[in-house]
C-alpha cells in the first residue's frame, strides 16, 4: 500500500523513489520568502527556477490578469488571428531589445523557445535557397531546455543519454575557447553552418561566465561566415545580467534572442524568439511562404497582459539595473567560500547568479554530494538549486544586501555540515 504521503505527481528532474513520500510542499510566497505547509519560511535562493525577477506575489500582476481574463482570457494567435496584450507586448519587446528591425515569435516557455529559433534558423536556409546550411553549434555545458531540438544541442551529457537518436547536425564545442568554435566552423564548412547558439552566462550548466573577449569574438566569428548568432536569454533576461537581454553589456547584436521566465517573472508561461529583420524577411514577402510552426498557447492574451505589467514593474522599481548593481554584493559575499575544503571553485561577478562547485573528491566520495549541500542549505533556510557538480543561486531582484548575506551564510552553514557528515 502507497503510504499516506505518497504522491502522483511525477517530478521533473527528479529521483522519485527518493521523492515519493518526501516532497516539501510551498504553499505561499512574498517578496524574496516562500513558506512550506509547516510554516516555515526559507530564502528563496533561486526566484523559483531563475524567474521570480520582480519578486513573489506582485498584486499588480494578479490585478493585470484578472482584468485580462474579463475582457478575452483565452485565444489563439494562428493565421490572422491576434489580441491587443500579445501585439502591444511585442512592440515593446522588439523597443527593448538590441535586435536589428525586429519581429516576435511567441511560445510558451523556453524550451519552445530554443526549438523554434533552431527551426527558424534551418527553414531560413531553405528559403533564401541555402538548404545545405543546417549544422547547428552550441557550448559544453550549455543548457538549452528539453525539448527535441534544445536537447540535441545541450551541452549536459546526462540530459542526453538514453533518449535514442537525437536531432543530427548538432556539434558541440568547448564553452570558453574561441579558438576551439574556430576550428569547428572550418571542420563543419562554415557554409554548411546555420547557426551558433549560446547563452551569454551558462545558467543550468554550473553558472560558467564567458571569458574576456569571447561572446564578442564568437558573434564576430559568425558575421564573417554568415552564421545566424542566436543568444539563449532564457536566463539571462530581465534584469538577471543588469539588461533587458544580458546581450547588451558585449555590444551585442543577435539574429535571434530567445527570451522566457523573467519575462513574467514566471507568473504565467510564455517565451518567445526576437528575430532580426533579415531572417524574418523572406516570410513577410514571400506569398505562400509559411513557418510551420506554432503552439497552441502562443500569444495567449492574458500571459502577454501578465507580461506587459511585469514589465512595468522591472522599469518602475529600476530592477533591470540591480542585477548589476548586486553582482558585486554577491560575489563579495560567496568568495570566502571559495576557501572552504570542500569547495574547488565559486563562480560569480556577472550579474546576480553564481554557483558553488564542490571538488572532485567530496563528489567521488559521495556521488550524491551536492543533493546533500542542497539539503543541508534548505536545513538552513535557504533553497538553492543542485546542479551536477554545484550548488547555484540567483535570487530575486528584490533581494537586500542584508539578505544576499544571510544567503552567504546559509552556505556556509550547509557546507561546514557538509564536511562534518563527510
Same mark, same amino acid.
Given at each position: ?11 521533473p ?6 521523492? %515519493? ?9 512574498e ?21 521570480a ?18 475582457? @478575452? ?12 496584450p500579445?501585439?502591444?507586448?511585442s512592440?515593446r ?17 523556453g ?20 538548404p ?6 552550441s ?24 533518449f ?7 556539434? @558541440? ?5 574561441? %579558438?576551439? @568554435? ?8 562554415? #557554409?554548411?553552418?546555420?547557426a551558433?547558439?549560446?547563452?551569454p ?24 561566415? *554568415?552564421i =545566424?548568432?542566436?543568444?539563449d !536569454? ?8 543588469? !539588461? ?10 543577435p ?21 532580426? *529583420? ?35 514593474? =522591472? ?44 571538488? #572532485?573528491?567530496?563528489?567521488?566520495? /559521495? ?25 547555484a ?19 556556509? /552553514?550547509? @557546507? ?7
Amino acid at each position: 500500500m502507497p503510504s499516506p504521503a505518497a504522491t502522483r505527481l511525477w517530478h521533473p528532474f527528479a529521483d522519485m523513489s527518493a521523492v %515519493d513520500g518526501h516532497e516539501l510542499e510551498l504553499v505561499r510566497a512574498e517578496g524574496a520568502w516562500v513558506w512550506d505547509a509547516a510554516g516555515r519560511r526559507y530564502l528563496d535562493g533561486t526566484a523559483g527556477l531563475w524567474y521570480a525577477n520582480v519578486g513573489h506575489g506582485r498584486e499588480e500582476l494578479a490585478r493585470r490578469a484578472a482584468e485580462q481574463m474579463g475582457r @478575452l482570457d483565452a485565444y489563439g494567435a494562428f493565421g490572422d488571428l491576434t489580441n491587443p496584450p500579445a501585439r502591444e507586448l511585442s512592440e515593446r519587446l522588439t523597443e527593448l531589445a538590441p535586435v536589428d528591425d525586429a519581429r516576435v515569435f511567441l511560445t510558451t516557455g523556453g524550451g519552445e523557445a530554443i526549438d523554434t529559433a533552431v527551426k527558424l534558423a534551418r527553414r531560413y536556409w531553405h528559403a533564401v535557397g541555402r538548404p545545405e546550411r543546417s549544422w547547428v553549434v552550441s557550448r559544453q555545458h550549455g543548457y538549452h531546455g528539453t525539448n527535441g531540438y534544445g536537447t540535441s544541442i545541450g551541452g549536459l551529457a546526462p540530459n542526453r543519454a538514453a533518449f535514442g537518436p537525437l536531432a543530427g547536425d548538432a556539434a @558541440l564545442v568547448a564553452h570558453d575557447d574561441l %579558438d576551439a @568554435l574556430a576550428r569547428r566552423f572550418e571542420e563543419l564548412g562554415p #557554409e554548411q553552418v546555420a547557426a551558433f547558439v549560446c547563452e551569454p552566462v551558462i545558467g543550468a550548466g554550473g553558472v560558467r561566465l564567458p571569458p574576456p573577449g569571447y561572446l564578442e569574438g564568437a558573434a564576430a566569428l559568425c558575421r564573417r561566415h *554568415g552564421i =545566424l548568432f542566436v543568444a539563449d !536569454s532564457v536566463i539571462c533576461g530581465f534584469g538577471r545580467l543588469g !539588461s533587458w537581454f544580458g546581450v547588451e553589456r558585449w555590444g551585442l547584436r543577435p539574429d535571434m534572442i530567445t527570451f522566457a521566465k523573467g519575462v513574467t517573472s514566471g507568473t504565467l508561461p510564455l517565451g518567445g524568439v526576437i528575430v532580426s *529583420g533579415q531572417v524574418a524577411e523572406p516570410f513577410w514577402t514571400t506569398p505562400g511562404l509559411v513557418f510551420r510552426h506554432g503552439a497552441t498557447y502562443a500569444a495567449h492574451p492574458t500571459c502577454c497582459a501578465v507580461a506587459l505589467a511585469n514589465l512595468d514593474l =522591472l522599469e518602475q522599481d529600476g530592477l533591470v539595473e540591480r542585477g548589476a548593481v548586486l553582482e558585486r554584493p554577491l560575489a563579495d559575499a560567496l568568495a570566502p567560500l571559495a576557501d572552504h575544503p570542500a569547495v574547488s571553485e565559486v563562480r560569480s561577478g556577472i550579474g546576480l547568479l553564481a554557483a558553488v562547485e564542490l571538488t #572532485e573528491e567530496v563528489r567521488a566520495a /559521495d556521488p550524491g554530494a551536492v543533493g546533500t549541500f542542497a539539503a543541508r542549505a534548505r536545513d538552513a533556510g535557504l533553497l538553492a538549486r543542485a546542479l551536477p557538480t554545484a550548488l547555484a543561486v540567483s535570487p530575486p531582484l528584490i533581494v537586500e544586501p542584508e539578505q544576499v548575506r544571510l544567503l552567504a551564510d546559509a552556505l556556509a /552553514d550547509a @557546507l561546514d555540515r557538509l564536511a562534518v557528515a563527510a
